[in-house]
Protein backbone atom coordinates (compact mmCIF):
# COMPACT_ATOMS: atom_id res chain seq x y z
CA UNK A 1 0.00 0.00 0.00
CA UNK A 2 0.74 3.86 -0.21
CA UNK A 3 3.19 4.87 2.71
CA UNK A 4 3.78 8.87 3.17
CA UNK A 5 6.76 10.80 4.96
CA UNK A 6 6.15 13.65 6.15
CA UNK A 7 9.11 16.68 7.50
CA UNK A 8 9.98 18.14 9.58
CA UNK A 9 7.47 17.00 12.70
CA UNK A 10 7.93 20.39 13.86
CA UNK A 11 8.54 24.17 12.35
CA UNK A 12 8.93 27.28 14.11
CA UNK A 13 9.39 30.67 12.10
CA UNK A 14 8.55 34.20 12.53
CA UNK A 15 5.67 35.99 11.87
CA UNK A 16 5.93 36.99 7.58
CA UNK A 17 8.56 34.55 7.25
CA UNK A 18 8.00 31.57 4.80
CA UNK A 19 7.54 27.84 6.24
CA UNK A 20 7.94 24.79 3.68
CA UNK A 21 6.61 21.45 4.64
CA UNK A 22 7.39 18.24 2.20
CA UNK A 23 5.95 15.09 1.75
CA UNK A 24 7.28 12.19 -0.01
CA UNK A 25 5.25 9.53 -1.10
CA UNK A 26 5.99 5.24 -2.22
CA UNK A 27 2.93 4.74 -4.64
CA UNK A 28 3.91 5.44 -8.09
CA UNK A 29 0.10 5.57 -9.20
CA UNK A 30 -1.03 8.43 -6.69
CA UNK A 31 -2.75 10.90 -8.26
CA UNK A 32 -4.23 12.85 -5.97
CA UNK A 33 -2.34 14.82 -2.81
CA UNK A 34 -4.79 17.00 -0.64
CA UNK A 35 -3.25 19.23 2.26
CA UNK A 36 -5.04 19.61 6.12
CA UNK A 37 -4.79 22.26 8.66
CA UNK A 38 -6.18 21.14 11.87
CA UNK A 39 -6.44 23.75 14.47
CA UNK A 40 -6.19 22.72 18.46
CA UNK A 41 -9.59 20.73 19.33
CA UNK A 42 -10.77 20.70 15.83
CA UNK A 43 -11.44 17.98 12.40
CA UNK A 44 -8.66 19.03 9.66
CA UNK A 45 -10.09 21.18 7.20
CA UNK A 46 -9.03 20.82 3.45
CA UNK A 47 -6.59 23.98 2.36
CA UNK A 48 -5.23 22.97 -0.66
CA UNK A 49 -4.98 20.33 -3.26
CA UNK A 50 -2.95 19.38 -6.27
CA UNK A 51 -3.60 16.32 -9.14
CA UNK A 52 -0.59 15.06 -10.88
CA UNK A 53 -1.55 16.08 -13.89
CA UNK A 54 -0.13 19.75 -12.66
CA UNK A 55 2.95 20.59 -11.30
CA UNK A 56 2.04 23.69 -9.05
CA UNK A 57 -0.93 25.19 -8.08
CA UNK A 58 -1.48 28.85 -5.97
CA UNK A 59 -4.17 30.38 -3.28
CA UNK A 60 -3.02 33.80 -2.25
CA UNK A 61 -0.33 32.40 0.61
CA UNK A 62 0.07 28.97 0.17
CA UNK A 63 1.21 26.61 -2.77
CA UNK A 64 1.98 23.04 -3.57
CA UNK A 65 4.31 21.82 -5.87
CA UNK A 66 4.40 18.28 -7.21
CA UNK A 67 7.38 16.34 -8.18
CA UNK A 68 6.64 12.75 -9.91
CA UNK A 69 9.25 11.95 -10.56
CA UNK A 70 11.00 11.94 -7.41
CA UNK A 71 7.46 10.91 -5.98
CA UNK A 72 7.28 14.22 -3.79
CA UNK A 73 5.28 17.20 -2.52
CA UNK A 74 5.52 20.38 -0.75
CA UNK A 75 3.13 23.36 0.99
CA UNK A 76 4.76 26.55 0.97
CA UNK A 77 2.83 29.01 3.26
CA UNK A 78 4.56 32.98 2.89
CA UNK A 79 4.40 35.41 4.84
CA UNK A 80 3.16 33.84 7.67
CA UNK A 81 0.74 34.84 10.31
CA UNK A 82 0.03 33.75 13.95
CA UNK A 83 -2.92 32.62 12.60
CA UNK A 84 -1.31 29.81 10.56
CA UNK A 85 0.05 28.46 13.50
CA UNK A 86 -1.39 24.75 13.54
CA UNK A 87 -0.56 21.17 12.83
CA UNK A 88 -0.77 20.29 8.80
CA UNK A 89 -0.94 17.37 7.15
CA UNK A 90 -0.32 16.17 3.88
CA UNK A 91 -1.84 12.99 1.92
CA UNK A 92 -2.14 10.65 -1.50
CA UNK A 93 -4.70 8.63 -3.30
CA UNK A 94 -4.85 6.62 -6.06
CA UNK A 95 -8.53 8.35 -7.28
CA UNK A 96 -10.24 5.84 -9.04
CA UNK A 97 -7.80 2.95 -8.50
CA UNK A 98 -8.09 -0.07 -6.50
CA UNK A 99 -7.57 2.01 -3.77
CA UNK A 100 -10.81 3.92 -5.01
CA UNK A 101 -11.81 6.98 -2.05
CA UNK A 102 -9.34 5.97 0.47
CA UNK A 103 -6.12 9.00 1.42
CA UNK A 104 -3.05 7.85 3.10
CA UNK A 105 -1.41 10.62 5.34
CA UNK A 106 1.74 11.71 6.62
CA UNK A 107 2.30 11.91 10.36
CA UNK A 108 2.02 15.90 10.81
CA UNK A 109 3.89 18.68 11.05
CA UNK A 110 3.16 21.62 14.06
CA UNK A 111 4.38 24.66 12.49
CA UNK A 112 4.55 27.53 15.30
CA UNK A 113 4.47 31.52 14.10
CA UNK A 114 5.88 33.78 16.59
CA UNK A 115 4.52 37.10 16.60
CA UNK B 1 -25.78 23.54 7.27
CA UNK B 2 -24.23 21.72 10.51
CA UNK B 3 -21.69 19.92 7.83
CA UNK B 4 -20.51 16.26 9.23
CA UNK B 5 -21.61 16.39 13.44
CA UNK B 6 -20.61 13.20 15.41
CA UNK B 7 -21.35 12.22 18.98
CA UNK B 8 -20.36 12.06 21.51
CA UNK B 9 -18.09 14.76 21.45
CA UNK B 10 -15.91 12.54 24.78
CA UNK B 11 -16.39 9.17 26.23
CA UNK B 12 -14.50 7.14 28.76
CA UNK B 13 -15.39 3.34 28.82
CA UNK B 14 -14.13 0.12 30.59
CA UNK B 15 -12.24 -2.75 28.89
CA UNK B 16 -14.63 -5.29 27.25
CA UNK B 17 -17.38 -2.51 27.22
CA UNK B 18 -18.91 -1.61 23.78
CA UNK B 19 -20.22 1.70 21.82
CA UNK B 20 -21.39 3.19 18.95
CA UNK B 21 -19.91 6.26 17.30
CA UNK B 22 -22.35 8.05 15.55
CA UNK B 23 -21.47 10.27 12.32
CA UNK B 24 -24.20 12.55 10.16
CA UNK B 25 -23.39 14.80 7.15
CA UNK B 26 -25.98 17.33 5.53
CA UNK B 27 -24.44 17.79 2.28
CA UNK B 28 -25.93 14.81 0.08
CA UNK B 29 -22.21 13.39 0.16
CA UNK B 30 -22.00 10.00 -1.19
CA UNK B 31 -18.82 8.59 0.34
CA UNK B 32 -18.09 8.63 4.19
CA UNK B 33 -14.91 7.52 6.45
CA UNK B 34 -13.71 6.91 9.67
CA UNK B 35 -10.27 7.42 11.08
CA UNK B 36 -8.66 7.69 13.63
CA UNK B 37 -5.70 9.77 15.10
CA UNK B 38 -3.09 9.29 17.51
CA UNK B 39 0.32 11.26 18.08
CA UNK B 40 3.27 10.87 15.91
CA UNK B 41 1.07 8.66 13.47
CA UNK B 42 -1.45 11.17 11.36
CA UNK B 43 -4.60 9.79 10.89
CA UNK B 44 -5.52 6.37 9.99
CA UNK B 45 -8.20 5.57 7.82
CA UNK B 46 -10.39 2.25 10.15
CA UNK B 47 -13.58 1.77 7.24
CA UNK B 48 -15.01 4.17 4.56
CA UNK B 49 -18.29 3.74 2.79
CA UNK B 50 -17.12 4.54 -0.96
CA UNK B 51 -21.60 5.05 -1.60
CA UNK B 52 -24.76 4.36 0.25
CA UNK B 53 -24.94 0.49 0.57
CA UNK B 54 -21.44 0.09 0.07
CA UNK B 55 -18.63 -0.61 3.04
CA UNK B 56 -14.99 -1.47 3.23
CA UNK B 57 -11.64 -2.12 4.93
CA UNK B 58 -9.38 0.56 5.56
CA UNK B 59 -5.43 0.06 7.33
CA UNK B 60 -6.80 -0.32 10.67
CA UNK B 61 -10.00 -2.14 10.87
CA UNK B 62 -9.08 -4.89 13.19
CA UNK B 63 -11.50 -4.61 16.71
CA UNK B 64 -13.76 -2.54 14.88
CA UNK B 65 -17.49 -2.54 12.59
CA UNK B 66 -19.48 0.13 10.73
CA UNK B 67 -22.72 0.43 9.19
CA UNK B 68 -23.64 2.58 6.93
CA UNK B 69 -27.55 3.46 7.91
CA UNK B 70 -28.62 5.75 5.08
CA UNK B 71 -26.80 8.31 2.67
CA UNK B 72 -26.77 10.67 6.01
CA UNK B 73 -25.20 8.68 8.49
CA UNK B 74 -22.23 6.20 9.12
CA UNK B 75 -21.79 4.23 12.73
CA UNK B 76 -18.77 3.25 14.25
CA UNK B 77 -18.67 0.00 16.44
CA UNK B 78 -16.48 -0.97 19.16
CA UNK B 79 -17.91 -4.13 20.14
CA UNK B 80 -15.14 -5.24 22.77
CA UNK B 81 -12.99 -1.97 23.57
CA UNK B 82 -9.38 -2.25 24.51
CA UNK B 83 -6.84 0.28 25.82
CA UNK B 84 -5.30 0.32 22.58
CA UNK B 85 -8.29 2.03 21.10
CA UNK B 86 -7.43 4.77 23.31
CA UNK B 87 -7.70 7.51 20.22
CA UNK B 88 -9.52 10.63 18.48
CA UNK B 89 -11.77 9.66 16.08
CA UNK B 90 -13.25 10.91 13.12
CA UNK B 91 -15.94 11.17 10.57
CA UNK B 92 -15.41 12.64 7.15
CA UNK B 93 -17.17 12.79 4.17
CA UNK B 94 -16.96 13.15 0.64
CA UNK B 95 -19.06 13.96 -2.33
CA UNK B 96 -17.06 12.04 -4.15
CA UNK B 97 -14.31 9.54 -3.88
CA UNK B 98 -11.12 11.01 -1.94
CA UNK B 99 -11.61 14.78 -3.09
CA UNK B 100 -12.66 17.48 -0.43
CA UNK B 101 -13.25 15.40 2.68
CA UNK B 102 -15.28 17.55 5.11
CA UNK B 103 -14.05 16.32 8.60
CA UNK B 104 -16.37 16.91 11.79
CA UNK B 105 -15.10 17.63 15.01
CA UNK B 106 -13.99 14.14 16.41
CA UNK B 107 -14.62 12.21 19.44
CA UNK B 108 -12.00 11.29 22.13
CA UNK B 109 -12.62 7.93 23.35
CA UNK B 110 -10.43 6.53 26.50
CA UNK B 111 -10.55 3.02 27.29
CA UNK B 112 -9.25 2.08 30.64
Known amino acids: GENVEQHPSTLSVQEGDSAVIKCTYS??????FPWYKQELGKGPQLIID?????GEKKDQRIAVTLNKTAKHFSLHITETQPEDSAVYFC??????????????FGQGTILTVHP | NAGVTQTPKFQVLKTGQSMTLQCAQD?????MYWYRQDPGMGLRLIYY???????DKGEVPNGYNVSRLNKREFSLRLESAAPSQTSVYFC???????????FGPGTRLTVT
Open chain 2, 27 to 31: MNHNS
Open chain 1, 27 to 32: DSASNY
Open chain 1, 50 to 54: IRSNV
Open chain 2, 49 to 55: SASEGTT
Open chain 2, 92 to 102: ASSRLGPYEQY
Open chain 1, 91 to 104: AASNAGGTSYGKLT
